[in-house]
């Protein structure tokens, strides 16, 4: 993630900030993410290479991508899809 947002450090404040936020109200509304390790667990049962629906800041490294709707988020670990 560091080689994404080196030279953008204004647009990865805007960005922690809005994901917390976003973050925060689902927590609020009774949202839970799962573990690393359940994620973990159904990636391997399932062979998945991706996940859908994570904040940016936490999202596993473990997947080859990263999303949600249209923003995506890396397509393999420390690379946003653009920086290919």
Partial sequence: MRQCWEGHEPALITTIRKETKRT???????YRSATWAVLRALQQINSATSIEGEAEMSAPPFFQSAGRGDLRIYSSWGKKKDQR
Avoid: D, I, K, V
């Fill in 24 to 30: 925060e109200e689902l927590e609020e509304a009774g």
